[in-house]
């Protein structure tokens, strides 16, 4: 069992950045891909990026391309959210979650959810 717990979240205005931290508790974080979400007020929670266990690989969003950069420290059982150039629209609660591949069905599955970090970028 894996515990996540995100932080680096703020009030910043729009054009800012941020970087949200992920730490992860117990041995086997090298040996899970990483994936963060966030949920808007009022809205569902969306994806925003994945990270292959390694780092060698990341996924994003059409949306925050170009902006945000995950990265990870196995080292240090941390995942990171780097995120440039912040728009009001990025406002919400992101989250880091486990991510295991399912072949059998080509998807990811998300799990060990942390307690979120609030992220308001103001106009």
């Known amino acids: 069992q894996v515990q996540l717990v995100e932080s680096g979240g703020g009030l910043v205005q729009a054009g800012d950045s941020l970087r949200l931290s992920c730490a992860a508790s117990?041995?086997?974080?090298?040996?899970?891909?990483m994936g963060w979400f966030r949920q808007a007020p009022g809205k569902e929670r969306v994806f925003v990026a994945r990270?292959?266990?390694?780092?060698?690989?990341?996924y994003y969003v059409d949306s925050v391309k170009g902006r945000f950069t995950i990265s990870r420290e196995n080292a240090k059982n941390t995942v990171y959210l780097q995120m440039n150039s912040l728009k009001p629209e990025d406002t919400a609660v992101y989250y880091c979650?486990?991510?295991?591949?399912?072949?059998?069905?080509?998807?990811?599955?998300?799990?060990?959810w942390g307690q979120g970090t609030q992220v308001t970028v103001s106009s």
């Open positions: 979650a486990t991510a295991t591949y399912y072949g059998s069905s080509s998807r990811f599955n998300y799990a060990n």
């Open positions: 117990g041995r086997t974080f090298s040996s899970y891909a």
């Open positions: 990270i292959s266990s390694s780092g060698g690989s990341t």
